[in-house]
């Protein structure tokens, strides 16, 4: 099956700072990838995602894109605001026949003003 | 619209006892995953139902755990007996239809603790 690599936190970050979370997967063919957010107290949501190579997912000023060279769909935003903060979590399916998805192990982000 | 609904929120039992999570998907959405998430870590897929009929359950520890979704709707997912290694959240999600590009609708979860 696939599986993903995430870069682990946690991450503290002031107010307007720039945002990198780093994600690497490897899988069979060319899966979709997610990012999801989990905010404090909220269940799991999507934030963005991309399905095929070179696309660019992007959501609430977040943006991701699917490198299939290097097999990577790391997280940006250019600059941070508290309300950011939360638990984000790369994604893509477990395997290349179905849609359940496996989770990298979350990286959790503290937006401070 | 109406999210995925969960209950109950919160649990504690002690080792050895049985417990059981109920779900309510989106409404119309054929597709429901129950998923584990341990403490640190990101959620692990236990079942996948499509409809009533179960698509993929190869991670479902199932010696203490079952799951079942009657008439492709509600569903639940039982531990008997739990374990100390079962404390988590227990995440429900929904989607549409099978596709690769379908998103996954999440409830809030249940956390068990297991004393």
């Known amino acids: 099956g696939n599986s993903v690599t995430q870069m682990e936190g946690p991450v503290t970050l002031s107010e307007e700072a720039f945002l990198t979370i780093n994600c690497t997967y490897t899988a069979t063919g060319y899966p979709s990838l997610f990012w999801y957010v989990q905010y404090p107290g909220e269940g799991l949501q999507l934030l963005l995602k991309?399905?095929?190579?070179?696309d660019k997912g992007s959501n609430k000023g977040f943006e991701a894109t699917y490198r299939k060279e290097t097999t990577s769909f790391h997280l940006e935003k250019g600059s941070v605001q508290v309300s950011d903060s939360a638990v984000y979590f790369c994604?893509?399916?477990?395997?290349?026949?179905?849609?359940?998805?496996?989770f990298g192990k979350g990286t959790t982000l503290s937006v401070s003003s | 619209e109406a999210g995925v609904a969960q209950s109950p929120r919160y649990k504690i039992i002690e080792k050895r006892q049985s417990v059981a999570f109920w779900c309510n998907p989106i409404?119309?959405?054929?597709?429901l995953y129950w998923y584990q998430q341990i403490l640190g870590q990101g959620p692990k897929l236990l079942i996948q139902f499509q409809n009533n009929g179960v698509v993929d359950d190869s991670q479902l520890p199932k010696d203490r755990f079952s799951a079942e979704r009657l008439k492709g709707v509600d569903s639940t997912l039982k531990i008997q007996p739990a374990k100390l290694e079962d404390s988590a959240v227990y995440l429900c999600?929904?989607?549409?239809?099978?596709?690769?590009?379908?998103?996954?609708?999440f409830g809030q979860g249940t956390r068990l603790t297991v004393v």
């Open positions: 409404s119309g959405h054929a597709t």
């Open positions: 994604a893509l399916p477990l395997n290349q026949a179905g849609t359940a998805l496996i």
């Open positions: 999600a929904s989607s549409t239809v099978r596709g690769r590009n379908t998103e996954a609708f």
């Open positions: 991309a399905t095929k190579a070179d």
